[in-house]
């Protein structure tokens, strides 16, 4: 499960999974929202057109992934993101639920890490 959950963040950083906008419909979850790291918060049209216009791979490595499972359809994963860019650091949380035996992404939150 947690190599699953894991490979599905890393495809909202890849342009050519995000460039399929029925990859990012099915990924989530219809009621999806997000807490930016800006403090905004972002609903799922949003981060859909947002992501689906990437001009190319996000350069974001993922640093202690952890996955807990706190029900049967509800997965809590928390991890670092590492923005190469810019050499930022943000902490991540995503909720993921089991909807119509498919696991989406029903709410994320970024933070910036600071030091």
Known sequence: MKELILGYEKDFFSQSFCSNIKNLESR??????EYGKSGSVHDRAIVINSLNNLPSDRQIEILQFELTQLSECVLLVN?????KDDNSYV???SIWINEDETW???FHQGTPQYT
Do not use: M
């Open 28 to 33: 989530l979850s219809k009621e999806f929202y």
């Open 79 to 83: 991890y670092i993101s590492h923005h």
């Open 91 to 93: 902490l991540r949380t």
């Open 104 to 106: 989406k992404l029903f």
